[in-house]
RNA sequence: CGCGGGGUAGAGCAGUUGGCAGCUCGUCGGGCUCAUAACCCGGAGGUCGUGGGUUCAAGUCCCUCCCCCGCAA
């Protein structure tokens, strides 16, 4: 198959060498300009990009891919599918209908659920207990075209959003070549998405990052490994922000004010949350400082009882 | 030169107006205990990031450079 691959991120980087591997020919590979990044500001290419370089591929890295010229040069490229995985751009119709097979998209839930930019990050922090990835033909929507595929996960306890992105880009990948082989067979399903069961997650906010101590122990958890490795979960001590990057819900009750610091251990800082729930924080990270264990934390700070976060 | 925090024992930190380098944890040895992530006693472990400077004396004051990190993008 002819394919021009459409991706940015490190979650469309195996997809599309799977998509090699199995001896589909791509055209050319669309990527987000480079940006810039970290401290010092400098323009960094996104992995898809660098993949492709290190694979000898055309890339396109357009501002706008919706531009005439923008489209015309992509569709020049003659390829009998599109492909597309956590691309970034909303494509138009002239490039959703102006291949032979058409576009797909591979997406990191189970739409309808989730659809939209971060859909791993939804799925724990919502504390689903089923995820998984689709496959699906593009239309003028997010993410609202027909459905070809699904392939289901169980969330594990460990999983945070990290862990999460792996494992989905190699079901996923997987998904995504069983999904282009039998396009080209002609034997792939359409089915419809039902539109009244659909939920967005949409793009993370900064007020997202924020630990609210009202919610219960497991609400917290949830949110804290869904936003580990990225943005992170936070919480404010001293007027400083405390990065969260691990923590559990443990079988106790306290009764103290939500944010209430209950004590700590060789095994972390207990925390009081709402209804009473415990959370035990176990790895943080203070402001200008490096990632460290909780418990590390709380005897160089000589934590005491009582302290008030959030 | 976007703003800011920081580099002191294996880990996390303190170190006041320059004057013998400390704390908690870990580690090693011993003790207590049915037992312990518990408790008691004892020990080891540091060129205070680098290179200069000021001083009788620098972790501490001044300058150089290197490295780590938070925010912002």
């Not at 929507?141 to 494992?167: F, S, V």
Request: some cysteine; overall charge neutral; glycine content about 10%.
């Amino acid at each position: 198959m002819k394919i021009v691959y459409f991706g940015s991120p490190d979650f469309a980087v195996l997809p599309l060498q799977k998509l090699i591997e199995a001896g589909h020919e791509i055209l050319g590979v669309v990527t987000q300009p480079d940006r810039k990044k970290g401290r010092s500001q400098e323009l960094c290419p996104t992995p898809v990009k660098e993949f492709a370089v290190k694979n000898g591929l055309q890339v396109f890295q357009p501002e706008k891919v919706n531009l005439p010229e923008e489209i015309d040069a992509i569709l020049a490229l003659g390829a009998e599918l599109f492909v597309t995985v956590a691309f970034g751009q909303l494509l138009k119709p002239e490039l959703l209908y102006g291949t032979k097979f058409g576009a797909i998209n591979l997406h990191a839930s189970l739409l309808p659920k989730y659809r939209g930019a971060a859909p791993i990050h939804y799925a724990l922090w919502k504390g689903e207990k089923i995820t998984g990835v689709t496959t699906m033909y593009m239309n003028e929507g997010m993410d609202t075209g027909d459905m070809i595929y699904k392939a289901e996960y169980e969330i594990l306890p460990e999983d945070n959003t990290e862990k999460l992105y792996e494992k989905l880009a190699v079901i996923g990948a997987g998904l995504l070549c069983k999904t282009v082989e039998d396009i080209g067979k002609g034997v792939a399903p359409r089915i419809p998405q039902d539109n009244s069961e659909a939920s967005y997650a949409t793009l993370l906010k900064k007020e997202h990052e924020i630990i609210n101590w009202q919610q219960t122990a497991k609400e917290i958890f949830n949110h804290i490994r869904g936003f580990n490795s990225w943005p992170v979960a936070y919480t404010l001590c001293d007027g400083k922000r405390l990065k969260i990057w691990e923590a559990v819900a443990i079988d106790e009750k306290a009764s103290a004010a939500a944010g209430e610091v209950l004590g700590f251990d060789n095994l972390g800082v207990k925390v009081c949350c709402g209804d009473g729930s415990v959370l035990l924080l176990q790895t943080v990270q203070p402001e200008g400082k490096g990632r460290m264990k909780a418990s590390d934390w709380a005897r160089g700070k000589q934590l005491t009882k009582g302290i008030q976060l959030g």
